[in-house]
């Protein structure tokens, strides 16, 4: 099952720039919406697209208060493809009605980092559904496992009223339930939290029988088709999409989709005249979240993509969507999740990068990381950069404004800092927190980290921005249709 960008041996070395030849240079380029940059004009050049689907929930789900899950294209699905971010001309394609006219709802869902995808491979489009829908789910049997006063553990027997549901996964996701995977003594603590092996042997969960006197009343609201459950398909389903060639512009291409409370990640490649990538000189140290998945063989190590051999080793981590990889970043859980490395280095000047959203402060002192010494930090500290000098960096702009980047949401910062003028001791490098140790963890999605043995200029930080919105995106509205009709 394709999920992502596939392993780390298709990165290359540094970022997403290849050279298949001397006059065909590629790219990568990513996000919700992002620009490639020195693109060339046609509609062949575009050599790949795909949409990924997402699903959201905010709040816990119980029976007396359902939580709807959000995904994209609920209200609607279009893709633009602009020469710049102003859009003042445009190519708009309908995507959810092509999904529609192809026999499918036109939403793409995930559950559990496994998404549906619409694919272009330069000449055609296709969807793969992978997630499945059932209202209501068909019971069997339902078994008393424990009990606990007013609340019982039971064992529901049945089958989803849909295509059947994989062995392999056991999460799926449910308005009126929310997925623990907890057995323990602590269930108790969590009513109407469920878990299971497959939802196609039926699942687990904690009930109050205030709420349902009678195993009649619990089993018709579990099989109620006003009860939704999303869940990963044992076999995938492809649909193909009537949509037409994508043509490129020159000099830029940008991408971004209508998507309004959901928005897609996509992943594009493409021929350019020139492949845009991060600066390499005095980089010593990159990390990345593209690529990468939490069933890699190598899950547990964060490469140094700088070729500098400055590996981080991931602790604590659950490798799940709360903890672990996401589609294009690395999610600390801000409870213990950190990634390090304790390496000795001494230098005067360093420039830190970070491309990070939603910092969350879980605790009084939490650290996105980076670089540390006995007496010496250089980092992100709750939300404000950490630095002696003071010089900061915003969205490819130098000033001497420090910023605060904790609880904005979704949206996207490139931050960071230098620091230099003396001799500066350093003995290791951490993600997620500070000092190798968990004490200091922060909640956080970190997209790309990069660390410098020298002061960037304010040219090199315009580059390394402009490199960063084609890897990673950033945040606009896409062009929607007519009066926003979908």
């Not at 296709?126 to 209501?136: A, H, N, Y």
Request: negative net charge.
């Amino acid at each position: 099952m394709m999920n992502g960008l596939g392993n780390l041996g298709h990165l290359g070395k540094l970022g997403h720039a290849s050279t298949s030849g001397t006059n065909h240079p590629e790219v990568e380029a990513s996000g919700r919406a992002f620009p490639i940059w020195n693109t060339k004009p046609g509609d062949d050049k575009l050599l790949s697209l795909s949409i990924h689907g997402l699903t959201e929930q905010i709040g816990t789900p119980t029976p007396a208060n359902p939580v709807p899950m959000r995904s994209v294209g609920d209200s609607g699905l279009f893709l633009s493809v602009m020469p710049d971010k102003a859009g003042s001309d445009y190519q708009m394609l309908n995507i959810k009605e092509a999904m529609k006219k192809a026999g499918h709802d036109g939403i793409l869902r995930s559950v559990n980092g496994i998404y549906d995808e619409v694919v272009y491979n330069g000449k055609e489009w296709k969807l793969i559904q992978r997630i499945g829908v059932s209202t209501g789910f068909t019971v069997t049997s339902i078994s008393t496992l424990n009990s606990n006063g007013d609340l019982r553990e039971v064992l529901v027997r049945g089958s989803v009223k849909g295509t059947q549901v994989t062995p392999d996964i056991s999460v799926f996701y449910s308005n009126k339930f929310y997925y623990t995977g907890d057995s323990t003594s602590n269930k108790w603590n969590k009513v109407y939290g469920v878990w299971t092996n497959s939802l196609r042997y039926g699942f687990t969960v904690v009930y109050d029988i205030t709420d349902y006197p009678t195993e009649e009343a619990l089993k018709a609201m579990i099989e109620d088709e006003s009860t939704i459950y999303y869940y990963v398909l044992f076999t995938p389903a492809e649909y193909s999409l009537d949509l037409p060639a994508i043509t490129t512009y020159d000099e830029q291409t940008y991408f971004a989709s209508n998507a309004a409370e959901v928005k897609p990640r996509m992943i594009a490649r493409c021929k350019v005249s020139k492949a845009l990538d991060y600066i390499r000189e005095g980089l010593i140290g990159y990390y990345t979240g593209r690529g990468r998945s939490n069933t890699d063989e190598n899950k547990n190590i964060l490469p140094d993509l700088s070729g500098n051999g400055n590996d981080l080793e991931n602790k604590n981590f659950a490798y799940t969507p709360e903890s672990g990889y996401g589609d294009g970043y690395i999610q600390y859980d801000g409870v213990d999740d950190f990634s390090s490395v304790v390496k000795a280095m001494t230098n005067i000047d360093f420039t830190i990068l970070f491309t990070i959203s939603d910092v969350e402060l879980l605790t009084g002192n939490s650290w996105s990381g980076l670089i540390y010494g006995s007496s010496y930090y250089l980092g992100i500290n709750k939300g404000i950069c950490f630095s002696s000098e003071n010089r900061y960096i915003m969205n490819g702009n130098v000033s001497n404004t420090n910023f605060n980047i904790s609880n904005k949401g979704k949206e996207i910062f490139v931050v960071g800092c230098f620091n230099g003028g003396k001799e500066n001791k350093v003995i290791g490098i951490t993600l997620g927190s500070i000092n190798n140790s968990p004490i200091y963890a922060c909640k956080q999605k970190i997209y790309d980290a990069l660390i410098y043995n020298r002061e960037l200029t304010e040219e090199e930080i315009k580059h390394n921005y402009k490199a960063s919105c084609q890897y990673n995106g950033e945040d606009i509205d896409g062009k929607a249709g007519e009066n926003n009709e979908f």
